[in-house]
């Protein structure tokens, strides 16, 4: 039956701080701040994140300000020629793997440009104006006031897919593969807006949500600030976002309430920081922020001071489902080792990850490892050749294993693996989640149509021949040992592996059980039960509730809380299974 699944958790920001919706009241609310400013040749600088759509904002807005002279970033820009030069280097040639860029903002504009803007400022000083774009908080020496265009990641993929949006600095190129535009948002345009944004958090005066086409939405950055300081001290939750994929199923859609109608759902991120959004309740209206902008708001509180020391301000653990329940089997595939993922792709940590059964069928199974007497040669030249014949032979290599509710697989990067059909995958895991080397995808395309990469050509090289059958068996499987218990509840250790940073613990209760701080942020999802919460000894933050599959994570500042059944769930076994960084 279908589940209380909460799909909007939101954060109410605890005080009195006025939202204004639409261009006409977002236009007479700036107006008013410059008129009690009292300066007659206001500069105002509309700062946008990648993926705001410019034709909506700037005609939209221009209405409320005939009078003002409107500057567009894009015009102290370096040619599209000099950025496509200057870019091409960590874009490489591959369809999917760039490097991480070490470009910053400025590397983007030309400054005999922002010169000229600056002296026909100058040249009429008494005449207002609005600068606005990417990078537009570069172009003057001093603005008035500053508007943060924010844009939700998710979103921005969403209207890459239509092709409605450009990357940073050129116009739309990739008319054939979306995919084109989210390899240069991830290694290079985010990279480039994190850094200015990580700048101008300290003034920002209003931030503009457009994240909703048509539905803009504008707070003062003080109630976006303030909301961001309450999540650092109480239990929250991302808002999950559900996709669908060549291998979906169909559990997600009865136990997570989504559309019946869809073919299928295949993922749900629902703790990626770096993907998710973070809804803050604003008088009212619910105003959404990237959620990795709370790591950046104070990483260290959120973390943990080792973790923050270890990580910087990433959010190191990733949360995912991954539902193959009447659905097919994942591509067969490989995680990079650190040092090939440093070289080739210039991140600092790899993919180690698990796979956490929450449900499953009665043929539901996981590749994982490979047989005992297993060729790499044959191997490999059977991947290859199958790229050809649509053909290969699975099992003739990799070891396949039964998969049963509540098992934990751990796949340390170097290993191959896949989830078979008819498992739920709560995947646990860190967080570099698009570094997946596909080495076969049984012969089918990806729901554009088209084949999805594979890539031998970098598996090959981190594979661990030496992870067979009996290594795996050992190391790799429902590796699950008692660490403690007490009246109504015991606590697990069920991975992950000891090349993994990541420590989980599965914890089942009937009571109310206290828990502590571990120096690190944590992360839980309800495994078992429909409903728990959680709550502070001494009131510091409001009761939270939890749902069934439901992902929250506590941040490193709160030192105790309770967990206990709730609603339908009292009087029986809950089971929650949480991750945290070893110190």
Sequence with gaps: MSRSFNKHPYIEVNASHPCFKGWDQIGGQIRAELENGGSKGSIIVIECYQGVLHEELGPELQNSFPEFRWIDAEEAMLSEEGIEAMIRPDLTDDRLFGYMTRLVMDDFFDRAKIELIRLSIQEDPFRPCIIYGTGASLIPEHYDMLIYVDMARWEIQLRMREHLVDNLGVKNRWEED??????????????????????????????????????????????????????????????????????????????????????NYAWCFNCVPEENSLLLKIAGEMIEIPSINLVFRDPAGLLGDPVHARFGDEFPIRFDFLDTMDGGHLSLQVHPLTEYIQE?????????????????????????????????????EDLHQAQKTGTFEVEAHVEKWEARKHDHFLIPAGTVHCSGENCMVLEISATPYIFTFKLWDWGRLGIDGKPRPINIRHGEKVIQWDRTTEWTRKELINRIETVGSGDGWYEERTGLHEREFIETRRHCFTEKVSHQAVNSVQVFCLIEGDEIIVESPDKAFDPFVVHYAETFIIPATLKEYTISPHGTSLGKECCTIKAFVRS
């Design 344 to 380: 080739k792709f210039g991140m600092t940590y790899t993919q180690d990850e698990s796979y956490y059964i929450l449900d499953a069928k009665e043929d539901a199974c996981v590749y994982l490892g490979l047989k005992k007497d297993v060729n790499p040669d044959k191997m490999i």
């Design 178 to 263: 979306w995919m084109l535009f989210y390899k240069q948002g991830f290694f290079v345009d985010w990279r480039v807006c994190d850094r200015l944004k990580k700048q101008l958090f300290e003034k920002i005066d209003f931030l503009l949500d457009t994240n909703e086409r048509s539905n803009p939405k504008m707070v003062s950055y003080q109630a976006v600030l303030q909301g961001m300081d309450q999540a650092l001290k109480q239990p929250f939750s991302v808002v999950p976002f559900f996709d669908p994929g060549p291998w979906g199923g169909q559990w997600m859609k009865e136990n997570c309430d989504l559309d019946r109608s869809r073919d």
